[in-house]
């Protein structure tokens, strides 16, 4: 296998280089570092610093590089600027891949595996949330997920030879077990990385968003996936990918944890009070989100390592402790 991982030099991009290594494939990082990390890539691994919307330049990546099969992380992710900035979300996410795209199709490369969302969901009438469950996204981003989620589909109906997953992602979260790659975003958005900061006295407090959702406890409930997990299944859906075929499939633990419930685990976690205080809901966030990932469980026997809350939080603490300022770079 050899494997262009775009946004590898981001969060979960860079765990999955090092799941794909440890699977024996040639890997090579292409990620224009406004989020990433040179530090997250290993030195001995091929890298370049080029937008996805470098169509030519792509080319000839995959080309040099003898590129078979692409992971596709490279995006914009983050929900609320997506609905202040939503061209160049479109942009970025929807015309970078096209672009990419354009690139693998010059080259013959026909396989890819696409980070998607459960965003591509909405506010879910029915859970816990199947694949088959309608796609009614609430905001530019799940829209940027879900057009490209069309667009693959198209190309594998079009062309025999063209392969693709796309695995829609619940809250990832966790860190490598050796505390060595970790979760370094700018800003930061999300709740155990934020927790964990206010926990390492970077933040004074945490601000929960609601407490008066139809929940038991009032706040919202989210699937917590743990990135090792979710990278084995890529290198999983990579290696049984078939030509002409195009799936969908979630990836998640399929139980959820209220945001009181994930404070009161960083809490038992770091032994740090981590004060929090409430704050108005935010808007678009549904109340509870957990997936169904028995899809993936059955057709291609993926089992989450992770399970409980609790160890996720472990190896993501891991990290931010021994890497208080991030990655130097
Ligand atoms: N983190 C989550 O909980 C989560 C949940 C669902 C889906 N996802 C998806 O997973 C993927 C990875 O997320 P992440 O949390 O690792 O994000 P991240 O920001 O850490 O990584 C994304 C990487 O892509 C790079 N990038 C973005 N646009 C690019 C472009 N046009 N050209 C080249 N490089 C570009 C960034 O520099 C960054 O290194 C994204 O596609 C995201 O939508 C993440």
């Not at 062309?159 to 997953?165: I, K, L, T």
């Not at 890529?234 to 994930?262: C, D, F, T, W």
């Not at 026997?301 to 190896?315: A, N, V, Y």
């Amino acid at each position: 296998m050899n494997v262009l991982v775009t946004g590898g030099a981001g969060y979960i991009g860079s765990h999955a280089v090092r799941h794909l290594r440890a699977a024996g494939a040639h890997v090579v990082v292409a990620d224009n570092l406004k989020q990433g990390h040179r530090a997250a890539v290993p030195p001995d691994v091929p890298f370049y610093q080029v937008d996805l919307r470098q169509t030519e330049t792509l080319r000839e990546i995959l080309a040099s590089q003898r590129i078979d099969s692409v992971m596709h992380f490279a995006a914009l992710a983050c929900v609320p600027e997506s609905v202040t900035e939503p061209l160049r979300y479109y942009s970025n996410n929807v015309g970078g891949t096209l672009c990419l795209l354009e690139a693998m199709r010059a080259t013959g490369v026909c396989k890819m595996v696409f980070s998607s969302t459960c965003a591509v969901i909405g506010v879910p009438s029915v859970l816990p949330i199947v694949e088959t469950s309608p796609r009614e996204p609430i905001n530019p981003y799940g829209w940027t997920k879900l057009v490209i989620e069309q667009v693959l589909r198209d190309w594998s109906t079009a062309d025999p030879e063209f392969g693709s997953v796309a695995l829609r992602y619940f809250n990832v979260a966790g860190c490598a077990a050796d505390g060595s790659l970790g979760e370094d975003h700018d800003p930061e958005t999300h709740l155990i990385p934020i927790l964990l900061q206010v926990a390492l006295g970077q933040r004074s407090h945490v601000t929960l968003f609601g407490n008066d959702y139809p929940t038991p406890d009032g706040t919202c409930i989210r699937d917590y996936v743990h990135v090792d997990d979710l990278c084995e299944a890529h290198v999983r859906v990579l290696k049984a990918m078939q030509p002409g075929k195009s799936a969908v499939y979630n990836v998640g633990i399929g139980r959820g944890y209220s945001v009181q419930e994930v404070l009161e685990a960083a809490r038992q976690v770091t032994g740090h009070l981590i004060p929090a205080q409430f704050g108005p809901r935010r808007p678009g966030d549904p109340p509870v989100l957990f997936a169904d990932a028995r899809q993936l469980m059955t057709e291609l026997s993926w089992k989450p390592k992770f399970t409980d809350i609790r160890p996720i939080i472990e190896t993501a603490w891991r990290w931010f402790r021994s890497h208080p300022a991030g990655y130097v770079d």
